[in-house]
C-alpha cells in the first residue's frame, strides 16, 4: 500500500504526516491486499482566518477496481483526518463487499 500525502496552503509537518500514515495504516491493516495506493491531500480553506475550514481529501485506489473518494471538513485538522479516515474505510469496505457479491452472481 503506497500512502502520500499533501497539504495546500500550510507547511506539511512532520508530525501531521506521520499521524496520517499511521492512522491509514492501522485502519486499512486487514485491507492491504485490495488497496494499491492512498493519497490524502489537506487544504486550509479559509486561511487564517478560522472557521470550519480544514478539509481533507482520501482517494484510495482498489486493485482491479474503481477508486473511491471522500472530502470531510473540520475546524481541527487531525479531527478531519480521523473522521475521513473513517468514512473512507467503511466505503471502500462497503465497495468491495458490492463487487464481491457481483462477482458471486456472475459466476
Known amino acids: 500500500m503506497n500512502i502520500t500525502t499533501r497539504a ?3 507547511p ?3 508530525a501531521i504526516d506521520t499521524f ?3 492512522a491509514l495504516r ?3 491493516q486487514r485491507l492491504d491486499a485490495e488497496i494499491v495506493s492512498i493519497d490524502v491531500s489537506m487544504k486550509d480553506a479559509n486561511g487564517p482566518k478560522g ?3 480544514k478539509q481533507v481529501l482520501i482517494c484510495v485506489r482498489l486493485r482491479n477496481r474503481q ?3 471522500l472530502d470531510t471538513a473540520h ?3 487531525y479531527a478531519a483526518i480521523k473522521t475521513g479516515i473513517r468514512r473512507t474505510r467503511r466505503a471502500v469496505q462497503r465497495t468491495l ?3 464481491r457479491r457481483i462477482d458471486r452472481q456472475t459466476v
Open 51 to 53: 472557521g470550519v475550514d
Open 12 to 14: 506539511l509537518t512532520d
Open 8 to 10: 495546500n496552503d500550510f
Open 20 to 22: 496520517v500514515k499511521d
Open 26 to 28: 492501522s485502519a486499512f
Open 75 to 77: 475546524v481541527n485538522l
Open 67 to 69: 477508486q473511491v473518494a
Open 97 to 99: 463487499r458490492k463487487s
